[in-house]
């Protein structure tokens, strides 16, 4: 007789922290000032400082970056260890948390702000990339076959092309707006991380 294995609680905890990201950051377009606009803001824009409701977006970095700690540490507490590529995704949750509690500088350049924080803000925001980079990277050289394999490589390629898009929208040197280069890289990123703790829920599940 053969018993289908339940998705652990840690992969449910995963594509909840996604869930929840993604209904806030839909929630705060609804209150972001007169100036913000998606195609070239970005995300990190909608809880700039001096934003009446930036609060919103701000509990949506640091709301993620604790649920998808939670999902590991429920990993860690079930499967008695934690892979150095789980490890870094934590690591990438907490950067993203830390992003809600330091902001970027505000759209109105007459607004006064705070440049230390929106400093530490893009810091915590580039580790955060670094940490999410090494921790595919990671996946991929751990992969057990090759589809395996050739899905982390893919998404692999995905992100750095991406993020390379990115750095050239902020100069100016590409078609695409910076503000919608920046959401394909977030939900590039999200399918990746679910993909990969589904992949990894397969593997354990013996074949029928």
């Known amino acids: 007789m053969t018993f289908i294995k339940p ?3 840690h992969a449910i905890l995963v594509l909840s922290a996604v869930s ?3 209904a806030i950051i839909i929630t705060a377009h609804f209150f972001a000032t007169p100036q913000y606009m998606w195609t070239q803001n970005t995300i990190s824009d909608l809880a700039a400082q001096g934003s009446p ?7 949506g970095f640091i709301g993620f970056g604790l649920i998808l700690n939670l999902a590991f540490l429920i990993k860690l507490r079930t499967n008695q260890a934690l892979s150095w590529a789980d490890g870094m995704i ?3 949750g907490l950067f993203i948390m830390l992003t ?3 902001s970027t500088s505000p759209l109105d350049a007459l607004v006064p702000f705070r440049k230390s924080e929106a400093d530490l803000h893009s810091l915590f925001a580039t580790l955060a990339g670094f940490f999410l980079t090494g921790s595919l990277l990671l996946y991929l050289l751990a ?9 982390h490589l893919l998404f692999l390629f995905l992100i750095i092309s991406i993020s390379a898009l990115f750095g ?6 590409t078609l695409l707006e910076k503000g919608v280069i920046q959401r394909l890289l977030y939900t590039v990123s999200f399918i990746w ?6 992949l990894n829920f397969k593997r354990q599940v013996p074949a029928s």
């Open 7 to 9: 998705i652990p609680r």
């Open 20 to 22: 929840f990201f993604t």
């Open 53 to 59: 409701h930036g609060w919103i977006m701000g509990s």
């Open 90 to 92: 934590m690591a990438y």
């Open 100 to 102: 809600g509690f330091f």
């Open 143 to 151: 992969a057990a076959s090759r589809s395996e394999r050739g899905f």
């Open 168 to 173: 050239l929208a902020d100069n100016g040197s």
């Open 193 to 198: 991380m679910i993909g990969s703790q589904w």
